[in-house]
DNA sequence: TCTGGGGTCCTAGGACCC
DNA sequence: TCTGGGGTCCTAGGACCC
């Protein structure tokens, strides 16, 4: 059996281009043209790069002092964010999109996943489809779109990219309607590192064994690749494959946790400081919760140093504080907040930058895995690849959870478990034929 | 001198119960 | 039949996303 199942879902991404910078420029036209960032809290670093910025090579999250002298050259503007209006220009394009469908997810302020092959038959084609939404969005609130189309999330993600980069798809790409030898070549134009899921540490990885592009992961075994990366890079390579494994998720689920954080603009040594920002961010954080209508059971500070600062002395520190009665009031949250900084504090130390954490109350069960391997190299080993041999064959790819080899002298046993994402085979005792 | 602020999921491993 | 650490909860931390 498989987790996964074929299906003929089609998915659209629809991503606003450089979103902040979009929104500033939609009410300030002249900055239209302009090489341009937004920059973070206390204008620290970039968080959006217009296109000008990023063809000369700025990275996202590039500090703003560090681009001074590539500032001056080309005339490169800031701005400070203003996430308000950020937060009201994302709901008007979504509104727009939702006149296209109610099937959609709202992934992120910029971007939304809309289920569209009910939708297709009133167009000739996808790419008229995408173009009409493009359209649209443009006409209604002033902000550029690029419309990726696959048959899973992570294929219409690569759509959207390639339709960012590449001029001749005018914004919209359809990689389900494009013929296969086509889209190989596009994705081993494409760096692995592109693909939604592969982060800077797995893309190395890759590198390290050969895989470069997106051809080469759609060429490897999604099986390998979950021995050694795990569930997740499996999930995503049968994505690739156009099966799709990611579905949908239109109501957004509750969230888990609630932070409040901020850095310091200068670093912060003294208890009684770091108690105000703690207080604050209690205090911002318990508001959060109630318009959400939750309650937290436990919440967690955290204090950090510069990591930036590597000749300086580091310090990470957090501490859970369970709350007796799960609460949302604001005194209370801000008096364990304060406890546990008492806890963590540490004179000595200059600290950059301080938070809380709600943890949210859930009945979501908790995974646990532990593996063959790491059993083997504990000394269990001697009977143990028979026993997983054994429990491949009959359960194929139920993902265990734990297993365990036992004797009585002149049988062995077996146990496993697996885990709560794949069919429960729980405790199952089985005899094995003794080794020698 | 100056380097964001949110989130998610998965895995490892300790502690305690039986 | 009845093997032997398994069951379960919790926390920390790494990887990813925008």
Redesign the pocket.
Known sequence: MSAYSPSNTLFALV?VNN?YVSCERVFQPKLEEVPMVV???????A?ARSAEVKALGVK???????M?ELAKKHGIKACS?NYTLYGDMSSRVVQVLRSFTPNLEV?????SFLQIETVLKQYQDTIELGQKIKQQVKDTTGLPVCVGIGASKTLA?LANHLAKKHQQFAGVCDVNAMAKPELYQWMSETAV?????????????LQAQNIQSVFDLLQASPQAM?QQ????ME?LCYELRGTSCLQLEEVA???????????????VTSQVELAQSVAT?AA??AE?LRTQNSITG?L?VFIQT????QYEPQH?Q???I?LVDPSDDTLTLTNAALAGLKQIYQPHFRY??A?V????ISD????????F???ESKG?SAHLMKAMDEINTRFGNA?I?????????T???W?M?S?N?SPNY??K???LPVAR
Request: proline share 4%; charged share 25%; hydrophobic share 30%.
């Open positions: 991503d979103f920059l973070s809290n206390n204008d620290g670093c968080v996202m999250g590039t500090p703003w002092f560090q001074q964010s992934y992120s302020i910029d971007e993600k590192g592109e693909v939604w899921g592969i982060g800077r540490q797995i893309a190395k990885k979950r990366f795990g569930v997740v999930r689920p509750a969230k888990q946790q609630i932070i409040a954080s901020r850095s310091f603009g200068k670093l961010h911002r954080a959060k436990a967690t510069n990591p930036f600062k990470h957090s501490i859970t369970p950059k930058k938070g954490i709600l943890n949210l979501k069960p908790t995974v646990q895995q532990s593996l391997e790491d059993m269990k993902v959870r734990s297993a365990a080899v036992g004797t009585n002298g049988k062995q046993a146990q478990r885990s994402k729980t405790t005792w089985d005899e």
